[in-house]
């Protein structure tokens, strides 16, 4: 079965930065998409950032220039490094990765950055 599990959520003061981590297990299948999504209060869960293992790499205009989106295929993990956070970016950010035909989530890491 797999599983993605999320770690490096946190709070800190604007213009900190945090490290998002999502580990996939209970797969060997190459995974050709991986992203990262969130959800503020009261609003629609978002895109953030995506990965391809083609090399593409697509970024929210929100977090062009701050956020950057890293993968590891050999250990099925996809890393967000966030710098120069704001206030807005704060919420819940969700791993997501594609592979089988199947689209999985993980449970979610919150963010919180506080002014």
């Known amino acids: 079965q797999v599983q993605l599990v999320e770690s490096g959520g946190g709070l800190v003061q604007a213009g900190g930065s945090l490290r998002l981590s999502c580990v996939a297990s209970?797969?060997?299948?190459?995974?050709?998409?991986m992203g990262w999504y969130r959800q503020a209060p009261g609003r629609q869960r978002e895109p953030v950032a995506a990965?391809?293992?083609?090399?593409?790499?697509e970024y929210a205009d929100s977090v062009k220039g701050r956020f950057t989106i890293s993968r590891d295929n050999a250990k099925n993990t996809v890393f967000l490094q966030m710098n120069n956070l704001k206030p807005e970016d704060t919420g819940v950010y969700y791993c997501?990765?594609?592979?089988?035909?199947?689209?999985?989530w993980g449970q979610g890491t919150q963010v919180t950055v506080s002014s």
């Open positions: 209970g797969s060997d299948t190459r995974i050709n998409y």
């Open positions: 997501n990765m594609q592979f089988n035909w199947r689209t999985y």
């Open positions: 990965a391809t293992s083609g090399g593409r790499r």
